[in-house]
């Protein structure tokens, strides 16, 4: 009888797969990325790139259809993203803030209704180390 020889899989392979088998399942999944500290359902915010204070904000999960995100925080006004079409996988936005260490960022991601309003999918704040 051979041995079964080992496969190797990535991290992002391994989250991929279980991320496909919970939707398949029903199921919403939000899966943190090391880069980011705040989240909050379907959304996570936090440094863009190590050590040069801008801000990332990331849709990774909710339902396809029109969103929006408001980032604001560390004497920056409520910035709106423009709306975009949410259809899966992660949906990034980057904001050259270059914020100063110990300053906190929130965001809000909107899901507008099909019948018209909006349904907040996530409210993380973050505080740069």
């Not at 863009?48 to 925080?73: E, F, L, P």
């Amino acid at each position: 009888m051979q041995t079964p020889k080992l496969v190797h899989y990535s991290t992002r392979t391994i989250i991929k797969l279980a991320m496909a088998l919970a939707m398949a399942a029903g199921l919403s999944v939000a899966v943190p990325s090391p880069a980011f500290a705040g989240q909050s359902v379907c959304m996570w915010i936090g440094s863009a790139r190590s050590g040069n204070g801008n801000i990332k904000a990331q849709q990774n999960c909710s339902v396809t259809g029109t969103y929006h995100m408001d980032v604001w925080g560390a004497g920056h006004p409520r910035t709106h993203t423009r709306d975009y079409r949410y259809t899966g996988g992660a949906r990034d936005f980057v904001f050259n803030w270059r914020i100063p260490p110990g300053a906190r960022v929130c965001g809000e991601l909107w899901y507008h209704k099909p019948g018209g309003g909006y349904e907040s999918k996530g409210l993380p704040c973050w505080t740069r180390p």
